[in-house]
């Protein structure tokens, strides 16, 4: 494994309508972890909802997992505990980012903050530009990624819906949903 000298930071972005766009991140969540990197998971959503994902994650030492979205906030009845909820997550994360304890962060769902306006795009990248440790690979997911957001990452990658089991009335599946 590289040294954290000779390692360049990627940040990465995972929007789009289609799945997969935290699928992906938790699978470099097990690539990182499989070379011995510490990996820091933050989840802005999901909240006490337990996935296979995280379940699978408290077999790794490496993997520290933390789900603190107070759940699906698109059916939110207090958009203002949203909004306070996740710029605590916000100042959290940027604490697990500046501890330089972790190799990889993945902030999971972030872009939905920025799509509702709870945590703004250009404070995001000027974070990125201005403070995340140069050989920190950081990766975020979710829909409505703020174009600011875009611009300071180097790999974006936009998941595109062709066809989604849902659409049939098909519930979300143990295994492969969560």
Sequence with gaps: ??????????????TGEGKGKSSSAFGMVFRAAGWGMKVCV?????GQWQTGEQRAATRFEEIEWHALG???TWDTKNP?????????I??????????????????DEINYCCGYGWISGQEIAD??????????????????????VIEAADTVTEMTR?????????????????
């Design 1 to 14: 494994m590289k040294t954290r000298d000779r390692r360049h930071g990627v940040v990465l972005v995972h």
């Design 42 to 46: 933050i989840q802005f959503i999901k």
């Design 70 to 72: 107070d759940g699906f």
């Design 80 to 88: 203002e505990q949203d909004i306070k909820t996740s710029r605590e």
């Design 90 to 107: 916000w100042e959290f994360a940027k604490q697990k980012i500046l501890s330089e304890e972790f190799d990889l962060v993945i902030l």
């Design 127 to 148: 974070f990125i530009k201005n403070d995340k440790p140069t050989w920190l690979h950081l990766v975020m997911t979710g829909r409505n990624a703020a174009p600011e």
């Design 162 to 178: 062709i066809k989604h089991a849902f659409a049939a009335g098909i519930k979300a599946e143990q295994g492969v949903e969560f």
